[in-house]
Structure formats: structure tokens, C-alpha cells
């Protein structure tokens, strides 16, 4: 069930660290609606506290997160994606204050695509034009930084896009143990990135799994 999925994931990213106080996640029931989680602390879920949201709306409805306007517009964009997780993992947020861009520095990195844009306007998600613009800055990735903001990421279900969130908090650690020791970092080959990236359902499958246990 999501509603489940959706408490799973909640307790997962909080154990790994990934979010505190602040943190949502969807899950697509169909093509024009979400089930979203409260706005509460992701890991004190419990399986009946989610809200139901059509991405059409014009307004919001009590109970949500008001940075619902991220899952709603992603959603319209991408009808490819069937989740969507938002936390703050704190490397992450470091590396987006000094770069514009997060490049694959290790293998499942890759699985994050190219490269992992950072969305330049630091105010907080909650309207609609801003959810389009960080919409647009995602475009067909699966990752995008917000600059002071935390991170978006995005899967074809919940596990892929908690799995995503870790990764992304990985990737960026390895940013900055080598930008510490005063090293360039060297993003991975295209085609190393490729040879990873083909192995996505597999890798992302066993992290979302490590990460519930």
C-alpha cells in the first residue's frame, strides 16, 4: 500500500539523517493525483495521516505541506515519475553553496544522471511560478539541489526516489572529503556513467532495502 511505503520512507530517511524537523514525500496514485505526507516530522508517521492531492488544484488543501506546489508541478512535467522525495541532507546543502553543479564522482552517483543542477533561488517553494521554475531546472534529471533549501529527488516509485536522496548525500560527501584535501574532483567518464546508470533498478533496489533494515 502507499500509505505505507510512504510511512516506510519517512522512517527511513530520518534514520539515515537525511531529514529532521522538515521533509515530504509523495507517492502518484494516478495521472492527476498524489498522496502526500503531512507536515510533520517524516519519521513519527504513521500509516493514516496522508492527504490525497490532485495536481490540478488551485489552491491547497488544508493539512499539506505548503511546498506541496514541488510535488505538484514535477508531477505535471513528468508523468514518468511515480514519487517524490524532498529532505535536507547536510552535505548536500555545503556543496550547493559554493557550486552551481554536482557532477558523478563515483558509481552510483551515476545514477543520478550527468550532472544534478542546482536550483539558484533560495526562497521557500510555496507558489506555484516557483514550483514550475524548479521544475523546469529538473527537467529529465532525477536529482536537483535547492540552493539553502535542501534537495528534490525523483523515482518511478518511493524506493527509487529515498534511494536518490541517499545517494545524492553520498555523492556530495565525496565532494567535499576531496575538495578538503585540496584535490579537483574528476566526474566519471560518459561511459562510465552509462555502464553504472544500466544497472540503476538493480542498485537502487538493494539501498532502498538496506535502508529499511
Known amino acids: 500500500m502507499l500509505t505505507t511505503e510512504l510511512s516506510t520512507a519517512g522512517r527511513a530517511l530520518h534514520r539515515a539523517g537525511l531529514v529532521t524537523v522538515f521533509g515530504h514525500v509523495s507517492a502518484r496514485i494516478d495521472t492527476d493525483r498524489l498522496l502526500l505526507t503531512p507536515p510533520r516530522p517524516l519519521g513519527e508517521l504513521t500509516d493514516d495521516q496522508f492527504t490525497e ?13 505548503r511546498e506541496a506546489w514541488i510535488h505538484i508541478a514535477i508531477a505535471k512535467a513528468r508523468p514518468d515519475v511515480g514519487a517524490i522525495c524532498r529532505a535536507q541532507p547536510p552535505s548536500t546543502s555545503a556543496v550547493a553553496a559554493v557550486l552551481p553543479a554536482i557532477h558523478p564522482l563515483h558509481g552510483q552517483g551515476a545514477l543520478l544522471g550527468p550532472v544534478v543542477p542546482v536550483f539558484q533561488n ?25 540552493k539553502g533549501n535542501g534537495a528534490v529527488t525523483v523515482g518511478r516509485n518511493v524506493g527509487e526516489a529515498v534511494a536518490r536522496m541517499w545517494i545524492l548525500e553520498e555523492s556530495c560527501r565525496i565532494t567535499l572529503a576531496a575538495a578538503a584535501a585540496g584535490l579537483m574532483p574528476v566526474a566519471l567518464t560518459e561511459d562510465e556513467q552509462n555502464a553504472w546508470f544500466a544497472t540503476g533498478t538493480e542498485l537502487l533496489d538493494r539501498i532502498w532495502d538496506y535502508l529499511n533494515h
Open 53 to 65: 492531492i490532485d495536481i490540478n488544484v488551485g489552491d491547497l488543501p488544508t493539512g499539506i505541506p
Open 122 to 146: 533560495a526562497r521557500l517553494i510555496r507558489e506555484p511560478q516557483l514550483g514550475k521554475e524548479l521544475a523546469a531546472t529538473l527537467g529529465d534529471g532525477f536529482a536537483c539541489v535547492l
